[in-house]
């Protein structure tokens, strides 16, 4: 059985900074690409960035900049730095992995999703 579990969400001040964690377990092996998605109330899915198993990434549109994606492979896990975060990147954050090392393949036999992480940035 597969499983992504995402940890290091919570409360935060406007300008603050989190550090999420991923770990990956199961038959998601550790040179699957990786990656983090986001979803506000309301709101569509959306992605904040990838992670090939070399570690090249891609950001989401207007994620680059306050979000660092980075991975350890020693580990199976997939880290998301976030700073100067805003009441906007309040949402509910997803881990994500797919069958393949690299992140910009599109066509994958499996796909799987963590079941998700509060983040809430609030004075």
């Known amino acids: 059985q597969e499983h992504l579990v995402e940890s290091g969400g919570g409360l935060v001040q406007p300008g603050g900074s989190l550090k999420l964690s991923c770990a990956a377990s199961g038959n998601i092996f550790t040179m699957y690409a990786k990656g983090w998605f986001r979803q506000a109330p309301g709101k569509e899915r959306e992605l904040i960035a990838g992670i090939s198993s070399g570690g090249v990434s891609t950001y989401g549109d207007s994620m680059e900049g306050r979000f660092i994606i980075s991975r350890d492979n020693t580990k199976n896990e997939v880290y998301l730095q976030m700073n100067n975060l805003k009441s906007e990147d309040t949402a509910v954050y997803y881990c994500?992995?797919?069958?393949?090392?690299?992140?910009?393949?599109?066509?994958?036999?499996?796909?799987?999703w963590g079941k998700g992480i509060q983040v809430t940035v609030s004075s």
């Open positions: 994500y992995a797919k069958s393949t090392p690299s992140w910009i393949t599109t066509t994958v036999r499996n796909e799987y």
